[in-house]
């Protein structure tokens, strides 16, 4: 059984991140979200087939041709035209029931084992308390009557994942479905035509980790979430005077300075740099050949590859792009104090993120100057830079 996995998006609602990158590359507890989708999926597949269009490059160099000695088949979408046109584009390599995975969603091995255990075509479903803004799955017994999307009078609470079991006959099917509402090839409307023709559907239920990570703050729930599984490993070079409490991980090539205090679960990559006197609190990842120095405090965060944080920082609830700067004194803002979850700018729009702790986004490469004040829910673009002493109070700069 093969796993074709759907890593041609975008990622437009997760810029900046995605600026410099596919989304399935945005990397989540020390490595790239897609990496993980492969990872749950790896006991049950014999091979891989990746859907890739938008930085595919950045995917391929990163993968290779196998992954945990299943070898991988690319295909390129150039132009994302939906689900189901994504999964048509496996047909060619696929010859027997296979499953058909989003590549940035965190999913446990039992999730797809249910998946791949099932005996006809499968949704994944979990129960939700609102399930009005999914895709709701309607059953009449054990089989699935239909999938609607958002709808105001829900069938059932049973959201659809997006996570399926097919056999090769959906390509059929997939070949005959229309454009939606939406003007996208929908894979929900091609197991419609399938259920229409009597064909057997299950749902299978989830009561597991499941989450989809498609604006940037829930990569920090995905990170959260992940890094729990982490257990405590000191592989680098740890000084005399640095204190390591709980699930931390310092990789080979990983250096702590004396005077450090870190409270896991924090995963410090090969190459990163810590200390002297910093305090890391978890859920952080210190990516690697990233640096926190003196006197910086970092919680609950991301620091990509070569992000350096140097003297004086709070770093709170953000996510600071690879090899992005913050200049001596930088403070991050992530809590309101009306008490208010904080917003953030989703395609020009602001969101209420529903948390009430949330730091700044940056960019990759992202300088600011000394004592610049970052406010909750900012993100700085590609290119941006702030004036020593500035409070950014909005977003700026490019891909936003
Ligand atoms: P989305 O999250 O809906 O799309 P996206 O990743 O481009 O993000 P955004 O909406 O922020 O621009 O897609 C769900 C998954 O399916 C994701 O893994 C990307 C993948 N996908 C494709 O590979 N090809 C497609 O044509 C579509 C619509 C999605």
């Known amino acids: 059984m093969k796993a074709v996995v759907l890593a041609a998006g975008e990622g437009t609602r997760m810029r900046p991140l995605t600026a410099t990158r596919p989304k399935p590359m945005v990397p989540v507890a020390g490595k790239p979200l ?6 749950a999926a790896a006991e049950h597949v014999d091979g ?3 859907v890739v269009g938008y930085k595919a490059d950045a995917i391929r160099d990163h993968l290779g041709d196998a992954h945990r000695g299943k070898p991988i088949t690319y295909v390129d979408q150039d132009e994302q035209r939906g689900t189901a046109h994504a999964i048509g584009k496996a047909d060619p390599h696929v010859d027997e029931r296979f499953l058909a995975l989003n590549g940035d969603v965190v999913i446990d091995d039992g999730l797809v084992a249910k998946l791949a255990n099932a005996d ?9 308390d609102d399930p009005r803004s999914y895709g709701v799955v309607g059953r009449d017994g054990d089989r699935v009557v239909d999938i609607v999307e958002k709808p105001d009078d829900p069938p059932s609470n049973l959201a659809n994942l997006g996570l399926y079991a097919f056999d090769p006959a959906i390509f059929e099917y997939i070949e005959r479905t229309g454009r939606s509402e939406r003007g996208e090839y929908e894979i929900t409307d091609s197991i419609e035509m399938l259920i229409e023709d009597g064909d057997r559907v299950v749902a ?12 940037p703050w829930e990569v920090l729930d995905a990170n959260e979430r992940l890094l729990e599984h982490c257990s405590r490993r000191l592989d680098g070079e740890i000084e005399d005077g640095a204190t390591l409490n709980g699930d931390v991980v310092v990789e080979e090539g990983a250096r702590v300075r004396s005077g450090a205090y870190v409270e896991g679960p924090v995963l410090i990559q090969s190459g990163a740099d810590v200390g002297p006197n910093a305090y890391v609190r978890g859920a952080t990842v210190i990516g690697p050949d990233a640096r926190v120095g003196n006197a910086v405090e970092v919680k609950n965060s991301i620091l990509l590859s070569g992000a350096s944080a140097g003297h004086l920082s709070y770093v709170g609830d953000s996510i600071i792009g690879a090899d ?4 001596a004194g930088t403070k991050v803002a992530n809590l309101r104090h009306d008490d ?5 700018a989703v395609k020009g729009e602001q969101v209420d993120t529903g948390r009430r702790k949330l730091g700044t986004v940056l960019a990759d490469g992202v300088k600011t100057g000394i004592n610049t004040s970052l406010n909750a829910g900012t993100k700085l673009g590609v290119g941006a830079m702030t004036r020593p002493g500035e409070a950014v109070m909005s977003d700026r700069g490019d891909g936003v």
């Open 324 to 327: 992005a700067n913050l200049g």
């Open 48 to 50: 891989y087939v990746l």
């Open 340 to 344: 208010q979850s904080v917003q953030m």
């Open 204 to 215: 299978v239920e989830h009561d597991g980790a499941w989450l989809d990570v498609g604006r």
């Open 34 to 39: 897609v990496e993980h989708v492969l990872d």
């Open 120 to 128: 006809s075509t499968a949704i994944a479903t979990m129960r939700v």
